[in-house]
Each structure stands twice: as C-alpha cells, then as structure tokens.
C-alpha cells in the first residue's frame, strides 16, 4: 500500500510529532510538497503532505490560519507538517486550533528533519509500493496464466476471483454466462446482461464500471476480442476501485482471454470448413463420406433426425452473425452438436429435430419480425421439415422453398410444414404471378371491353365446373352452344387449346392470381 501519515509518523529517521489531527493518520499520501506561498491550492492535486515554514504567514493570527487551514483541506490535502526552529521555535497555537477545528492532521517537523528527507522517505516509500504491485501483478500473470493452461477459462476465472478479493464472469458472444466464479457469483453476473449487451455494442476492446447498489459492489466489464464484434465478455466484481496489483490481474486476465477468444475463433474457423466440407457431402447424398470426414465432431447430429436452417441477409452483415451466434450460444449452453456454414448472404444451421438450437434461432428469428426496419437489413429464415442424412438434400430445398416463401410474404421466418399445413393460394399474391396472369389473360380482357361477349367470366364458370358444359352455362345463365362458342373464341385468342390440363392449370391459376378475392 502507498505511504500514509502514519507510516511517515512511524519512522524512526524523521522524528515527526503529532499536534492535531491523530484519528486520520492513515491517509494515503501521494506526495510531500514544500511551499511558502500564502495560497499554495492552485498547485495542489489532492493527497500531499504539504511542509511550510510559515514565512509568508502570520501564523498566530487565529482568522488567517482558518481560512487557510480550510481551504488546504478543501484541496484535499492529506497533511500539514510545519518546521519549528526556523521561523517560529514552535507551531503557533492559532494554527494548532485550526487544524484541530478542520480535522486536518498537523505534524511538528524538527528542525534536524530537512523537508529533502521528508520527501526522500514518501517518495522511497512510492517507489517499494509499486515494486510490489509490479512484483504482485507478475506472479498473478503467471497464476492465471498457469490455471488458463491447466484448467482452461473456469481456472483462471477462480484465480481471478482470488487475486481482487471478489468474483468473475465470463459471458458468450450473446451475452449469456457460461462461467463464474465462485459458483454464487453466476447469479448476480446474470443480472448484468443488459449492460453487457450494450458493451458489445461498442468496437473491441471496450469497458465500462456499473455502480451497484449501496449493498452490492462495483463491476468492471471488459470486451474480449480483436474485430469488429466482441466475441466474449468478462465482467469483475469488487467492493471497491482495485489497487494497481490487482489491475495488473485483471488486465492479465482480459489478455488471457482475449488470447483463448481468437484462438477458439481460429478453431471455429477450421470447424467451419469441415462443416462446410460435411454439408456438400450430405447434399450429394454421400452421408457415409460425411459421418468418415466429421468424425466425432458432430457427435450423433448426423444420425438422428435433424432439420435445416437456411437465412439469408447481408454478406458479413450483422443479421447473420447474429443469428449463427444464437445457435452457437443454444448449442454451447445445452452441449447439443451443431454444424453452421456461412454461405456469402446465406447462412446454413443443421440441428437436431426438437432441440435447443432450432428453438434459439426461431425466437431469434420472432424477436427480429418486429423490429424490422427496412428491406436492406432484413434477416430472412427458411426451415426445412425434421429429416435424415439420406434426405439432407430434400431437406436443403424445403428450407431454401420456405426461405423463398418467407421474402415473398415479408416474413422473417417460415416453416416448410406451414407451407403445406396451409393453401397454395397466398403464394399467388407474388408480383411475377401477378404480371404473367395479366399478361395470359389481357387478349381475353380486351376482347370483353369491347362489348362482344363475357369470355373471362365464361372462362372462370366453365373450369370451375371441371368442363361441364350444362352446369357452367346454367351458372352463366346461357345456353350451352353458347358457351361451346365462347370456349372456342378462348382458344383462337388464346392460341392454346383448353384440351391440354397444363393450359386449363396455368387459365384457372392466372384467374385466381388476379381476382379480386384472392388475399
């Protein structure tokens, strides 16, 4: 610890007395300043021992010393140490009772004690207090980095903890605690996930100090990693603002795991490529080379029923970090294998049927639908049915299909099971279908607007009765050559013939695309 007025008191070569101040002698002091100036506050900083030999003062004026015993203690100076035998052969009382009035410690220097020694002894004293902090901060480097290597993060948390005298935490990329320690400190870690998720908001490296409650401590939380996005988090608990050896701990600590974040970052890139590797070979229908080329990496995803996740969004953007960060977060927390596979503007996730990370990247998915804000930046999501490594590639398709459903409809997410629990008509609302019925039926409409006869309406009664010629012209209110003749004009304007169940399929559906009803 830094030198104090005790200490100072304590020792032996200075021969310094206590006149006043006694209950505050274990004040810090961070220098010992000589000045006979009448007002020396201007060039104080705050924790000196400030010595004078009252020159320029009239020391025995009681009013004078007030006023300036107050305002040296309004500046924060620590203590007053007053040279007898030079100018005064003692401290004048005046002095002696303002300092005693103001709480400020005042010390009788003899006059055998030169200042220089005074000075001599705070600064030797600053200087052996650092070089413990600096030797103390060395040997915590070399514990935590000792637990890293042994015991992994979890280790060097619980060394952490030892080293500031509180608790530690570590967060995932989704600001969710994946370790603490000691074990007790994991819930009030968890209750600082919304400053955490702020933090990661800003570029690494980054920090910020949260301020408890009277009754709680003082948290310092730390960004881990070098780009763009934090990639971890680690926040430090104490009760109060840590002294130099144990910030040497903690920046220790942040570079430690800084260190681990990039290097699990560069193994999670490697992982990537395999996963990259295994997905094309689920996709060519080759899951024996697949389940050859992950080996244990997957675990059994590659043997139980799994689904396909395929989200679209900007390249590197931060739609799809996110979202694979959701499903890396769920898989770390639940220990469920998980293969994700950055495409350009696609991402691909294949899970397990049920498990924690298809739910994670639904919520995340229902926690973006609304808060979108405009179509450059918008997440869209594709999930495929619950299937097998034989049908991954049936599987990659209802994704991408139900991904295609979901821009159409300005969804964030759609399931391939929605799409066939539900009618094939909203699909019909997309503005391609809408342009290639007007462009199939306008021949039709612009015959009607001339007033020689109603083929759209004939057209829509007659398929609707599956070609039954009585019951369409009963529908229409005419005769049933009536309609045989307007069918034929269909097919002369048309240029297609009705006989052919592709023309009655594409007529039936370029009607409904642009019927009013349609929704």
């Known amino acids: 610890m830094p030198p104090t007025l005790a200490s100072l008191v304590h020792h032996s070569a200075l021969k310094l007395t206590v006149r006043a101040g006694e209950d505050r002698l274990d004040a810090p002091v961070r220098w010992a300043h000589a000045s006979e100036l009448a007002d020396p506050v201007p060039y104080m900083e705050g924790g000196e021992l400030l010595l004078i030999t009252a020159l320029k003062l009239d020391a025995e004026d009681r009013e004078a010393m007030r006023r300036y015993v107050k305002r040296l203690a309004g500046a924060g100076v620590v203590g007053l140490g007053f040279a007898v035998g030079v100018h005064y052969d003692d401290i004048p009382e005046a002095l002696v009772e303002a300092a005693r009035e103001e709480g400020l410690p005042l010390l009788e220097v003899p006059r055998r004690t030169p200042f220089l020694a005074i000075s001599k002894a705070v600064s030797a004293a600053i200087a052996a207090d650092q070089y413990r902090a600096v030797t103390a901060g060395f040997a915590a480097q070399r514990e935590l980095t000792r637990q890293t290597l042994t015991d992994g993060p979890e280790g060097l948390l619980a060394a952490l903890a030892a080293q500031v005298d509180g608790w530690a935490a570590l967060y995932d990329a989704s600001g969710a605690v994946v370790a603490a320690a000691p074990d007790w400190a994991a819930r009030r870690a968890a209750r600082l996930t919304a400053e955490v998720t702020r933090l990661r908001e800003r570029p690494a490296p980054a920090s910020s100090v949260v301020a408890g409650p009277e009754d709680e401590d003082r948290v310092e939380l730390h960004s881990l990693g070098t780009g763009r996005r934090p990639r971890a988090a680690l926040a430090v608990g ?13 920046h220790s600590a942040v570079a430690l795991l800084t260190l681990t974040t990039e290097r699990s970052r560069s193994l999670h890139a490697a992982e990537q490529r395999i996963g990259a590797a295994v997905l094309r070979m689920l996709l060519a229908g080759e899951p024996d080379h697949a389940r050859a080329v992950a080996g244990d990496l997957y675990g059994a995803l590659l043997d139980a029923p799994f689904r396909i996740i395929v989200a679209q969004g900007e390249a590197n953007g931060d739609a799809l970090g996110a979202l694979a960060e959701a499903a890396e977060s769920a898989a770390a927390r639940s220990g469920e294998a998980v293969l994700v596979v950055p495409e350009g503007e696609r991402l691909v996730v294949l899970a397990a049927d049920g498990g924690t990370v298809v739910g994670a990247c639904c919520d995340h998915a229902a926690a973006r639908e609304g808060a979108r804000k405009t179509d450059d930046d918008e997440l869209v999501v594709g999930l495929s049915a619950p299937a097998g490594p034989i049908a991954a590639s049936a599987a990659y398709k209802q994704a991408e299909q139900a991904l295609s459903v979901a821009r159409r409809r300005g969804r964030v997410l759609v399931e391939h099971e929605q799409m066939a629990a539900g009618s094939v008509l909203p699909l019909l609302a997309d503005d391609a279908v809408k342009a290639f019925a007007d462009g199939l039926l306008r021949a039709l409409r612009d015959h009607d607007a001339t007033g020689r006869g109603d083929l759209v309406a004939s057209l829509r009664a007659w398929l609707s009765r599956h070609g039954q010629w009585d019951a369409a012209a009963a529908d229409l209110g005419v005769h049933r050559h009536t ?20 023309v009655r399929m594409e007529l039936w559906l370029a009607l409904k695309a642009t019927s009013a009803d349609t929704t």
């Open 483 to 502: 309609l045989r003749y307007r069918m034929r004009r269909v097919e002369e304007i048309l240029g297609r013939s009705l006989d052919d169940p592709d």
């Open 238 to 250: 104490t009760a109060a603002a840590p002294g130099t050896a144990e910030r040497y701990a903690v």
